[in-house]
């Protein structure tokens, strides 16, 4: 099978299905490269969590606040053990 993101023709080929689309690859690094999204701040491609403000994905919390979002986290608070929140470190 034929890799739709560098062409190679590759015995060991995998697809992806994603909304009812079939992508086909042959290295999970141009899976990513054609189907993570980009930091709309950054460009970076996110391929874990990142974070989300709209319609908008960001691989950070810094990346966020540089577009205006305050409220995005790179964590979420931890707690003590007692229910009390715990402070979490600046990005």
């Known amino acids: 099978m034929k890799c739709e993101t560098c062409g190679n023709d590759y015995d060991k080929a995998f697809e992806i299905t ?3 689309a079939r992508h086909v690859f042959d290295s999970f690094a141009c899976a990513i490269h054609a189907l993570a999204p980009a930091c ?4 970076v491609k996110i391929i ?8 908008r994905f960001y691989c950070c919390a810094h990346c ?3 577009d205006g979002e ?6 979420a608070e931890a707690s003590d ?3 009390r929140a715990t402070a979490t470190a600046a990005h």
């Open 18 to 20: 994603v909304g009812g």
């Open 40 to 43: 709309a701040h950054c460009g």
């Open 48 to 55: 874990g969590h990142g974070l989300e403000a709209g319609d």
């Open 64 to 66: 966020a606040r540089h």
């Open 70 to 75: 305050v409220a995005l986290k790179d964590r």
């Open 81 to 83: 053990g007692r229910g």
